[in-house]
């Protein structure tokens, strides 16, 4: 049974720029995917760079930003968890409201963007709830488990294969609304198989349970209190970044072959570790590093609101009943689009902070979860 150590949590600034660098991420792959339209139709401006561009964004956030993002979600449940221990509280019911809250927002972010992950986190997160009674060797034995990719080893070992027809079934119809559907026909269809097409991908990916891996090391981080720089912390992020970085470099060599299903969400798990070793190190190491990250800590501090404006924006600028960009722009001219959208939407959280503390979409979160429900 774990017990709170009646520490501190104190608001923790690397978090903060960690999770805008991975929303920031998440938009320019987004925008590198043209928001999940993969049209067979000829692009009318393109560059002789554009597969270049889309191979080294690929390799650096593609599996790797949803990860860090869902990482902290872990972290941010444990520190209103352990808040709530420290005052004599549980959190259980009160987290389960939040998550269900989380899923309402992912509904009206679905009906915009088929590519929602924010119901997939809201029942996953309900998880948390039991695993955060354990203590910290048993949740270390559960991220080791999960982190093997226990489903396609098992598929691997056993020659089980898992039919993906489905999948690719709703993609298509999805994709064909995109290109040619109206906005209300994208919505409809978005609500009714945006939950399956997201977790039949996760299946499809191996993410269904590197997810909850990330999920649940975040939290343990948190436990340990990694994230701040106290005792060792700095050494072992130190000792992360470089195992990790040595796994990365050696699976680039490795020819995955057969094994591929197995081995790429390991790769992509890897690749992220070394990206978050490598910022909270340089942020506790370096203040030149801290100054310049600052600028994402605004971007990540409304990541909720930035996350659906995301796809609000994008899928208007790419899809047919909006600009239809899907058919204009090669992957260089969406990634300056993206950026455009990155930085438009930082300008507009700086703007925000001005007058309040929390992002539109937090703050009203935030009040959501903690209105007090009449009891017969």
């Keep these: 049974m774990y017990f709170t150590r009646n520490l501190p949590n104190t608001?923790?600034?690397?978090?903060?720029?960690?999770?805008?660098?991975?929303?920031?991420?998440?938009?320019?792959?987004?925008?590198?995917?043209?928001?999940?339209?993969?049209?067979?139709?000829?692009?009318?401006?393109?560059?002789?760079?554009?597969?270049?561009?889309?191979?080294?964004?690929?390799?650096?956030?593609?599996?790797?930003?949803?990860?860090i993002f869902a990482m902290l979600f872990g972290l941010s449940f444990f520190i209103m968890n352990d808040n709530q221990q420290q005052k004599g509280k549980s959190f259980a019911g009160r987290f389960a409201w939040r998550m269900c809250l989380l899923f309402v927002f992912g509904l009206i972010n679905v009906a915009f963007y088929d590519g929602d992950i924010l119901m997939l986190y809201a029942v996953y997160g309900l998880l948390l709830i039991p695993i955060s009674y354990l203590p910290s060797r048993?949740?270390?034995?559960?991220?080791?488990?999960?982190?093997?990719?226990?489903?396609?080893?098992?598929?691997?070992?056993?020659?089980?294969?898992?039919?993906?027809?489905?999948?690719f079934e709703i993609y298509?119809?999805?994709?064909?609304?995109?290109?040619?559907?109206?906005f209300m026909d994208n919505a409809i269809n978005n609500l009714r198989y945006g939950f399956e097409l997201n977790l039949r991908f996760n299946v499809f990916s191996g993410r269904l349970t590197q997810l909850l891996c990330l999920f649940i090391l975040g939290m343990q981080l948190g436990r340990h209190r990694f994230f701040y720089d106290e005792g060792r912390n700095l050494q072992i992020?130190?000792?992360?970044?470089?195992?990790?970085?040595?796994?990365?470099?050696?699976?680039?060599?490795?020819?995955?072959?057969?094994?591929?299903?197995?081995?790429?969400?390991?790769?992509?798990?890897?690749?992220?570790?070394?990206?978050t070793s490598a910022v909270v190190s340089a942020w506790y190491a370096f203040?030149?590093?801290?100054?310049?990250?600052?600028?994402?800590?605004?971007?990540?501090?409304?990541?909720?609101?930035?996350?659906?404006?995301?796809?609000?924006?994008?899928?208007?600028?790419?899809?047919?009943?909006?600009?239809?960009?899907?058919?204009l722009v090669g992957i260089t001219y969406a990634v300056l689009?993206?950026?455009?959208?990155?930085?438009?939407?930082?300008?507009?959280?700086?703007?925000?902070?001005?007058?309040?503390?929390?992002?539109?979409?937090?703050?009203?979160?935030?009040?959501?979860?903690?209105?007090?429900?009449?009891?017969?």
Excluded at 13 to 30: K, M, P
């Design 138 to 167: 048993a949740v270390w034995c559960i991220i080791g488990l999960l982190a093997i990719q226990p489903v396609e080893l098992f598929c691997q070992l056993s020659g089980t294969t898992i039919d993906h027809s489905t999948l």
């Design 11 to 67: 608001r923790i600034d690397v978090a903060d720029a960690l999770r805008g660098l991975a929303v920031a991420g998440i938009i320019l792959y987004h925008s590198v995917e043209h928001f999940d339209i993969f049209t067979k139709e000829p692009i009318v401006h393109t560059l002789p760079c554009d597969e270049s561009v889309g191979s080294v964004l690929a390799w650096l956030l593609s599996g790797k930003m949803y990860g």
């Design 237 to 275: 992020w130190h000792s992360i970044l470089g195992i990790s970085a040595l796994v990365v470099i050696g699976l680039s060599f490795v020819d995955f072959a057969g094994w591929s299903r197995w081995l790429t969400p390991i790769y992509n798990f890897f690749i992220l570790m070394m990206i």
């Design 287 to 327: 203040a030149s590093v801290r100054r310049a990250l600052r600028h994402l800590c605004f971007f990540g501090r409304m990541s909720l609101t930035n996350y659906l404006l995301q796809s609000i924006i994008g899928s208007f600028i790419f899809c047919g009943y909006g600009l239809g960009c899907y058919r």
């Design 337 to 376: 689009i993206g950026l455009a959208m990155v930085i438009t939407q930082y300008a507009f959280g700086r703007y925000w902070f001005k007058s309040h503390p929390r992002g539109p979409l937090e703050g009203l979160w935030r009040t959501l979860t903690w209105i007090n429900i009449p009891t017969a």
């Design 172 to 182: 298509e119809k999805t994709i064909r609304l995109h290109e040619n559907g109206t």
